[in-house]
C-alpha cells in the first residue's frame, strides 16, 4: 500500500517499476494511471525498455494493451519484432479483444515468432477459439 502511495504523489518511471516490481499483488493498471500524465508512453516506455524484472515489462505490456488507440500499435511492433519475445505473448493474449486481432495473427504465425505462437495456440484452446470468434465476443 505504501509504494501504491508513494507512485500516486510522485509518479515518476522508477516509482511505477518499483511498483511493478513487486512480485506479487502488483497495484493494478487503473491505479498506477492516476498519477501518471501520459499513461500510454510511461506503458510503452516501460514495457520496451525497462532494465527491470521481465515481469515489470509483461505487466507494463498488460497495462498499454487496455488502451485501444495504442493496443494494436504495440502488438503488432512486439509481434513482429524477434526481440520481443515476451510482449509477442502478451500480445498473443490480447489479439481476441482486437478488432485487427484475426489479420494481426495471420501476420504473427508468418513472423519471427510464428512456431512460438503455432505451439501456444496448440496448448490453449480457449485462446485458440478466441482467436477465432468475431473481436469482441
Not at 504523489?9 to 518499483?18: E, G, H, I, K, S
Not at 487503473?30 to 514495457?47: H, I, K, Y
Not at 520481443?84 to 485487427?100: I, R
Amino acid at each position: 500500500m505504501l509504494t501504491l502511495l508513494a507512485v500516486l504523489l510522485a509518479a515518476t518511471d522508477d516509482d511505477v517499476v518499483r511498483a511493478l516490481s513487486v512480485r506479487h499483488s502488483a497495484p493494478t493498471c487503473q491505479a498506477l494511471e492516476v498519477g501518471l500524465a501520459d499513461p500510454v508512453a510511461t506503458w510503452t516506455r516501460l514495457a520496451e525498455s525497462t532494465p527491470a524484472a521481465p515481469w515489470v515489462a509483461q505487466r507494463a505490456a498488460r497495462c498499454l494493451l487496455t488502451h485501444a488507440e495504442a493496443a494494436e500499435a504495440a502488438a503488432t511492433r512486439w509481434l513482429a519484432d524477434p526481440a520481443l519475445a515476451g510482449l509477442a505473448d502478451v500480445a498473443l493474449t490480447a489479439l481476441p479483444a482486437l478488432p485487427a486481432g484475426p489479420a494481426l495473427l495471420a501476420q504473427a504465425l508468418a513472423g519471427p515468432h510464428a512456431a512460438r505462437i503455432e505451439r501456444r495456440l496448440a496448448a490453449d484452446p480457449a485462446l485458440r477459439a478466441a482467436l477465432s470468434a468475431p473481436a469482441g465476443r
